[in-house]
């Protein structure tokens, strides 16, 4: 017990200090600017979360740029307010909502039946929404609630669209993953048999866990989809320490803190997005050019943790069997 409070005290120091360096290194360097994007005329785009912070501004750039965007979100009553805001903006636009809680799975499951009904296709998926410190819970299927949301909706959320992913992929223009991952997961670790222990709860550890598990599955995933020569790419994004209401959860001096230096210091929304549009969109990152992690508008390396085979497999593999998939 002991080694576990130490544990979980050790990753709450390295992720304080990670954040602090982070920090810095915005506050000391030029901001990623978006370069001129092409035209998405056609395109069919889903943004979890896209009814506020980095999502919000993901799906209002790619609906100004033609592409018919599927908002996935919790609040019903948030999704008729954001598209109304983004049609008074571009008049064009073509900007949807369909209830998502990735919270639960039988609503990912949902979401995914009602988007196939309509017979689209499918280019862009960018699993956004997340979860941050959020109090000790679990999910309405028993998953504690980062590991749930952060990662086990989104995987389920991408296996089920995977078939309409690669079939909207052509020589010239993959279709893409972009999983929006975060920093933390430099800290993560992964226990494949406690993802739901309660021993020692950790908040700040469960974030972190979950992120590294997000960039584990996406770089799995991409060389999966190399492997079978699919017109798919898959990649995850730092969008770094953005001014959302993500920070709400934090310890209430703390929270105090960020609140106050939020707006001098951290990244705008449109900041935080800007590399996540650079990954949906950019023609640099067509075909093999695809897949990594990206920060800055720019691929980064990661943690060796990230680039073991045998962790990353048996990651997918036991997600498959937590959900129940063949």
């Known amino acids: 017990m002991f080694s576990a409070v130490r544990s979980c005290l050790l990753t709450i120091v ?165 999983n929006v991952s975060s920093s933390a997961h430099r800290v993560g670790k992964i226990g494949l048999n406690d993802f739901n222990s309660c021993q020692c709860y950790s908040a700040h550890a469960a974030y972190c866990q979950s992120k590294l598990a997000q960039l584990l599955f996406s770089s799995h995933l991409h060389q999966e989809l190399q492997h079978g020569g699919f017109p798919l790419s898959s990649c995850a994004v730092d969008p770094g320490m953005v001014d959302t209401a993500l920070y709400r959860h934090l310890w209430t001096p703390l929270c105090l803190v960020q609140s106050a230096i939020a707006h001098l210091l951290f990244k705008t929304p449109a900041d935080g997005a800007a590399t996540v549009l650079f990954a949906a969109l950019s023609p640099a990152l067509e075909g093999e050019c695809g897949g990594g992690y990206w920060a800055k508008g720019r691929r980064e390396m990661t943690t060796p943790a990230t680039f073991d085979p045998q962790l990353q497999l048996s990651l997918w593999e036991t997600s498959v069997q937590l959900l129940g998939l063949q």
């Open 14 to 178: 390295k992720l304080y200090l990670l954040g602090f360096k982070v920090l810095l290194a915005q506050l000391f360097s030029r901001p990623f600017r978006l370069p001129v994007m092409p035209r998405q005329d056609g395109k069919v785009a889903i943004v979890t979360g896209g009814g506020r912070g980095i999502g919000y501004e993901a799906v209002r750039h790619m609906a100004k740029l033609g592409a018919h965007v599927i908002i996935g979100g919790r609040d019903e009553q948030e999704g008729p307010v954001v598209i109304r805001r983004i049609c008074e903006e571009y008049k064009e636009a073509k900007v949807e909502f369909i209830k998502l809680d990735l919270a639960s799975l039988q609503s990912v499951r949902h979401f995914v039946q009602r988007f196939k009904e309509r017979d689209l296709p499918l280019n862009i998926l960018v699993n956004n929404a997340g979860v941050m410190l959020v109090p000790e819970g679990r999910t309405e299927d028993g998953f504690e609630q980062h590991f749930g949301v952060n990662y086990l909706g989104h995987f389920l959320l991408t296996w089920l669209l995977l078939d309409t992913l690669k079939d909207s992929g052509k020589c010239g223009y993959f279709s893409r993953v972009v």
